[in-house]
């Protein structure tokens, strides 16, 4: 059996020190900008984690594709494995992490569903490949193997061909509505900085949380 208990990482970060209550989705962004300016390859992946109806949690991959002071956007099937379990427990999580700048971030929040404008423009900036792709799978079901994708592909590429993919009913944006966000700064010893915001009816409410 391997052993990891020996793998470690020294943080030598330059710490976090926040004087006052910034707004936590404008250093969200600075902290996405600083991620890409440091080469970090798709610094908008985040895992999203979901629980299904039995109270299972279930974590996966997605990319951020806008953030605005109302919350978080991304984009899914609205048949998949995620999307059925929003529908039946809108209260999700986010996490960033951001290896090489010694940072994390964690969101949590509640989801609603993207305004369908948004979708329809998002969408028709995709790539055709892509655009043809959403039609082509029917995402977190069952096939039998991938061919049975890929001869939904060229069904779909002939359906459209010689006109715009119009975007699926059943594909759409998400918004991430946020309740708490924590930004973590990995620092010497494990003596992170950590700041939790929580939002009240006042506003943001900042707290320094131990390491």
């Given at each position: 059996m391997a052993d990891y208990t020996q793998i470690r990482k020294s943080y030598t970060g330059p710490g976090l020190e926040l004087s006052d209550v910034p707004d936590p989705i404008q250093l969200l962004h600075t902290w996405l900008e600083e991620a890409?300016?440091?080469?970090?390859?798709?610094?908008?992946?985040?895992?999203?984690?979901?629980?299904?109806?039995?109270?299972?949690?279930?974590?996966?991959?997605?990319?951020?594709?806008?953030?605005?002071?109302?919350?978080?956007?991304?984009?899914?099937?609205?048949t998949s494995q995620k999307a059925v379990e929003m529908a039946d427990n809108a209260q999700v999580a986010l996490l960033f992490f951001w290896s090489s700048v010694h940072r994390q971030v964690r969101v949590e929040g509640h989801v609603v569903f993207s305004d369908p404008t948004a979708s329809d423009d998002y969408f028709n900036e995709r790539p055709r490949e892509h655009q043809i792709g959403a039609w082509a799978s029917?995402?977190?079901?069952?096939?039998?193997?991938?061919?049975?994708?890929?001869?939904?592909?060229?069904?779909?590429?002939?359906?459209?061909?010689?006109?715009?993919?119009?975007r699926p009913s059943f594909w759409g944006g998400y918004l991430v509505i946020p309740q708490k966000i924590e930004f973590w700064q990995g620092r010497e010893s494990r003596l992170h900085d950590r700041y939790r915001f929580q939002q009240t009816e006042n506003g943001w409410k900042m707290e320094r949380l131990a390491p």
């Open positions: 890409l300016g440091a080469g970090i390859a798709e610094p908008n992946a985040m895992a999203l984690s979901t629980v299904d109806s039995l109270g299972q949690p279930s974590s996966r991959m997605v990319l951020l594709r806008g953030l605005s002071e109302r919350g978080l956007e991304f984009y899914t099937n609205y029917p995402q977190s079901a069952a096939i039998p193997d991938r061919k049975a994708i890929e001869d939904n592909v060229l069904r779909y590429e002939r359906m459209f061909e010689g006109k715009p993919v119009p």
